[in-house]
């Protein structure tokens, strides 16, 4: 079960590459996600919570602008792997499973970025414009993120 949560934090992660460790986050925080003692336990402090959510909102905003680059370029597609790396290993933390989860949370990485850069662009297609797309994926990413760390509770 842990897996395929870490796999799906990746997926989020993959689509919004700071949305994935700001809802850990917050779940560590509120207590949802059990990773006191555990190496990840500094999720669970305020100070991780605000600096996350303020990465979140930057990306969040950032990404509507007409000069975002691809998800695709190398450097933003390793920053994805690594935040989903890293998210699937504080949710597999939570059950003694960090290498397994840092795993899943890689594999969900590819998979969110290849999968939602091809829904983006035919939802902008759609819509004839890119924000439209890009407000539909912040929504299925920040509800996405929040149920999956719902679940682990």
Known sequence: MLY?????????????????PAAVA????????????????????????????????????????????????PQQFGARIVMSAFTGAVIGATGGATIGGLIAGAIGAVIGTLGGAELRKRLAAAFGKDPPAAFIEDAVAIIGGLLIVAAVA
Do not use: C, N
């Open 4 to 20: 395929a949560l870490a796999l799906l934090i990746g997926v989020v992660a993959g689509l919004r590459a700071m949305t994935a």
């Open 26 to 73: 917050w779940g560590a925080y509120l207590g949802w996600l059990p990773v006191a003692g555990t190496w990840a336990g500094f999720m669970g402090h305020w100070i991780a919570v605000g600096i996350f959510t303020i990465l979140a909102i930057v990306e969040l905003v950032t990404d509507q602008l007409p000069s975002t680059p691809s998800r695709k370029v």
